[in-house]
Structures are given as C-alpha cells and as structure tokens.
C-alpha cells in the first residue's frame, strides 16, 4: 500500500502533572524522532512513557512544553486532527463488523470513495496477512489476528506516523515474537514513523532504530540499542535493560554485562590484563541456549555470568572461582540512582 512520506515528531520541553501527585507524571522531556524512524519508548511502569505516546496522541493534555510534526505545533489539536494512527493492547474492534469492515471504518468516517476504501482494505488487511479473513467477525479470529486487524486499521488511511502502546501485551511469547516480526516487517515496507511503547526489553532491542529509556518521568538516556546495552550512561540504564553485574569502586559503580564474565577455577589462568573479583558460584541455572551461573562476590553482592550451552561449567553450585574481565568491556558510572515511583 502507499503511504505518505514520512515525518518526524518533535517533543520540546514537554510536562505533565496530575492533581494529587507528588511528583511530575513527565518531567521536561526533549526528544527528536526522525523521520521513518522506529522509536521505542521503554522503562518500567510508572516511568511516563504511556503519557508522553497519550500526549503525543492527544488523549492526554499538556501542562507545559510543545510537540511539533514537520515544525507543526500540534500540541492543541483534537485527537482526530493529528492525523495519527494508534494501536494498543486492547484490540478495541467493533465486535458486530467484520475485520475488513473495521478496516474501512476510518476511510468511512473521512469520507472516502467507495471504489478507494475498497482498495484500500484489501491492500491493508494483504500486509498483515488476513487477506483470506477479511470476512471473519473479531470473535472468530485469534488474538494474534485481532491485533493484525488493529494494525490494519491503524494504518490503512495513511496516517504522518503510527504510535503503538504496548501492543503485544496481551498475546502469549509465541504470538508475540511473530506479530513482532510482523511489525517490523511492515515498518520496513511502509516507511512510516513508528513510535512503540513497551517495557519489555527484548521487543525494545529486536525492533528499534533507537531507544529512549525513561525513569522517573524522564529520559535517562536515548541511543541504539547497541549503545544503551554496551554503553549505559546511567545506573539505571545498565540494570533495567539486561542483567549487569556492578562492583563498587571509589564511588563509582563498575558495570559488567555476565556475557563478558570469564570464570576461573584456577588464579593461575587469569590473564594479567584482566580485572578480577573473588566470587562462589551460587546456582546453575540451563535456559536453552546457555547456562546462567549465579554468583556471590566476597563483598557479599549478588551477579550472574553465562556459558553458552555445552560448554565445560568451571565450578559448580558452591565452589570458588575468580571472576575477570577484561577492562575494555567495562563501563564507569555513578552510583546514584533513583528508583521508579509509579505515575504512569
């Protein structure tokens, strides 16, 4: 299907309180999504990144700040006026019309020719794969196939980006990886701005261009996924998007993926390069491709290291090992951090 050309959304200063809070529900939040990016909003809940997608969309009013499409103030237009598609967790189909029937239903309300809306539902429920279900009504199609109907929906009347708020909440891991899939497919042939809300850090990573991490109504850091994984700029970075494993270090917190963990029974074997810390294997723990190896360092704090699957275990379940790394796969930050109050 044809889609318009793609825009980019600008949030500038942007806050939201709620009467009885104690804090900002979003706190002078700036951010740039390009054009044809896919952008993922990702933090624990209660972080604020459900109210900036609502306020981007229009559900949710602003106390301060401004949000632009293409240099466009749109901060107080209706919803309907934005010219967003949106699609959530709930699928939020008209139960009595058929899926190709909700399809058409924003082409209906902007009063689009018949002979067009026609075309146009046919291309759209084609790109989600339901062109043999056009005629279904919702309750006899799966969830997975419900939400690929919101999907069309969302879509089919070209809207300048679509916004997603956890969308893939509701389907269970099999259908989730594969309307994953489909997502990215589709951000792949339409072009269009994607913005996704999620707090699963693994849908962040598969499907973003970038990430914009955000805690405390803020944002923490923004970057690709490479870059918040291999270089958090904050605490918070570092723990809520993988395990890290942290050592303290003249007020400074040593951050250490398990990934770049190596594990010696012998002292003798760790290189002379490599950093190192005393730690008794707590648990062995098989997740399919790899084992996780839980660890207790003699400070008394918890980590974690991994061995791909097959792979020779240098201890078991209460042993010693020394731990080491090497310096270049470790990151410096500092210590303090705050928690997530929820306000979402």
Not at 12 to 27: Q, T
Not at 29 to 49: C, N, R, W, Y
């Amino acid at each position: 299907m044809n889609t318009n050309a793609s825009h980019g959304i600008r949030i500038n200063g942007v806050s939201k309180v709620f009467a009885g809070l104690h804090r900002p529900a979003v706190d002078d939040v700036s951010l740039d999504i390009a054009p044809g990016e896919f952008m993922t909003f990702l933090g624990p809940s209660g972080s604020g990144k459900t109210t900036t997608l609502s306020m981007i969309a229009g559900f949710v009013p602003l106390t301060s700040g401004s949000i632009c499409i293409d240099g466009k103030d749109i901060s107080r237009l209706k919803p309907h006026k934005r010219d967003l598609g949106v699609v959530f967790q709930q699928y939020a189909l008209f139960p009595h019309l058929t899926a190709a029937k909700n399809v058409a239903f924003p082409l209906q309300q902007r009063s689009v020719p018949k002979p067009e809306i026609e075309t146009r539902v046919r291309d759209a429920l084609e790109l989600v794969g339901l062109s043999d279900f056009a005629d279904r009504l919702p309750r006899q199609l799966s969830g997975g196939q419900q939400q690929r109907v919101a999907l069309a929906r969302a879509v089919v009347y070209q809207p300048r980006a679509l916004l997603m708020d956890e969308p893939l909440g509701a389907l269970d891991r099999k259908l989730r990886d594969q309307l994953r899939r489909e997502i990215a497919r589709m951000h792949r042939e339409l072009g269009m701005t994607f913005l996704f809300v999620t707090h699963d850090q693994e849908e962040a990573l598969t499907l973003s261009d970038r990430i914009a991490v955000f805690n405390n109504g803020r944002v923490e850091q923004v970057g690709t996924p490479d870059e918040l994984y291999e270089r958090p700029s904050t605490l918070f970075v570092a723990q809520f998007l993988g395990e890290s494993n942290v050592f303290a270090d003249d007020g400074q917190a040593i951050v250490v993926r398990p990934e770049r963990l190596d594990l010696h029974a012998d002292p003798d074997t760790v290189p002379d390069a490599c950093q190192r810390r005393k730690a008794v294997v707590t648990e062995v723990v098989y997740v399919g491709n790899h084992h996780r190896i839980g660890l207790r360092f003699a400070d008394g704090t918890e980590g974690s290291a991994m061995r791909l699957a097959g792979a020779v275990l240098p201890a078991l379940p209460g042993e010693s090992v020394v731990v080491s790394w090497s310096p270049s796969h470790q990151v410096a930050l500092d210590q303090e951090s705050e928690p997530c109050v929820e306000v979402d």
